[in-house]
């Protein structure tokens, strides 16, 4: 195991955002040991070659988690990738990495991250906040601090842990709670993997809020830390080196918040474009449209959000179902006992 151990997560569709984070951070941190793990299926066809940019690619199903298939079924796309985070985490620390960090697929690193490693040589956890400076405008407050408050005060496209007692100790803890409840839930006060989090620096001694505004830089707090480039020609947030920015829902909803907070900084829409030609060119044809394997039951039936929500509540279902996805099982109980999940109306109730 290399000294420095660094993961993602993601599905096939997300390959292209995942490639190019690899080379990103290949590009800087070569020595880094680079681990890929998949919450899917390969769709017919797909050359493992497309990988390579991963000195380990690892199948969700083979982390030991305990009734992966009925556990599995109770979360969406989102939810089942942050919800192995956790058991990721346990076995890279188990396996002897003395440091390890996430990254979200959809962040390009851009400057080293060394310094970022230096705090993990007194502390056990680095956490880095969605927002480093008060907002100033009602709408910025609404949609920054508030949100934060709501879904998570720490942004857990990023984290860094040592493996020391307090790093290992965190690492179980999460891996527990993500195994009971990563469920995009915020009126349960829960948001996937990130609200935990929040309890993260009573819970647990030893960790660093990482407050440098060159990191974990993204739509929601770029009015805060405008991007430039200095006379070295790197580029800079809010004064400090750029180190990694995150590109969340880029194309969508994350162009919209770009607009909105960046204003006339067009150092930022130059980034986006760049990081869009870079998706482009490590895109695999067809890929970004993959569904999700576990989006359907093995007929090809669509599993509603419904049916999920109906498992996490029925601890007989999950015993009862060994394998949810399989059509003669939960389908048929469902088609038998509760149509309406499935959209069936007017089903002669049998019940």
């Not at 680095?126 to 934060?148: F, G, I, K, W």
């Amino acid at each position: 195991m290399a000294r420095i151990a660094c993961f993602t997560s993601f599905t096939y569709a997300y390959l292209s955002r995942a490639r190019v984070l690899a080379r990103t951070l290949r590009r800087l941190h070569p020595d880094w040991s680079l681990w890929a793990v998949i919450t899917d299926v390969p769709p017919p066809g797909f050359d493992p070659a497309t990988l390579a940019d991963f000195d380990h690619v690892v199948d969700s199903r083979d982390l030991g988690i305990p009734r992966f298939l009925p556990w599995l079924f109770r979360h969406d796309l989102v939810e089942a990738c942050t919800a192995v985070k956790g058991a990721m985490l346990q076995r890279l620390l188990g396996e002897g990495a003395t440091k390890v960090v996430y990254l979200d697929p959809d962040i390009a690193v851009l400057a080293s991250l060394d310094p970022l490693l230096t705090r993990l040589d007194s502390a056990s956890i680095v956490l880095t906040p969605h927002q480093t400076n008060p907002n100033t405008t009602p709408l910025a407050v609404a949609d920054n601090e508030r949100a934060s408050m709501q879904y998570g005060i720490y942004n857990l496209g990023f984290i860094a842990v040592r493996n020391d007692a307090t790093g290992t100790a965190f690492a179980r803890w999460w891996a527990e709670r993500l195994y009971e409840a990563c469920y995009d839930a915020p009126e349960q006060g829960l948001f996937t993997d990130q609200k935990y989090c929040d309890l993260v620096p009573g819970l647990f001694h030893g960790v660093h809020i990482e407050q440098d505004p060159g990191c974990n830089v993204a739509s929601w707090n770029v009015n805060r830390r405008a991007i430039a480039v200095n006379r070295r020609g790197e580029l800079t947030a809010g004064g400090r080196l750029l180190r990694f920015y995150h590109f969340t829902k880029i194309g969508g909803v994350g162009d919209r918040m770009t607009e909105r907070y960046a204003g006339d900084n067009v150092e930022v829409y130059e980034m986006v474009a760049w990081y869009k030609r870079a998706l482009v060119a490590a895109a695999v044809p067809g890929l970004d449209r993959q569904p999700w394997h576990y989006a359907s039951f093995n007929d090809g039936t669509p599993v509603p959000r419904q049916a999920r929500l109906l498992l996490r509540q029925r601890p007989d279902l999950q015993a009862r179902f060994d394998d949810p996805f399989a059509a003669t099982g939960l389908l048929a109980w469902l088609r038998r006992e509760q149509p309406e999940i499935l959209g069936i109306v007017g089903a002669a109730d049998s019940r």
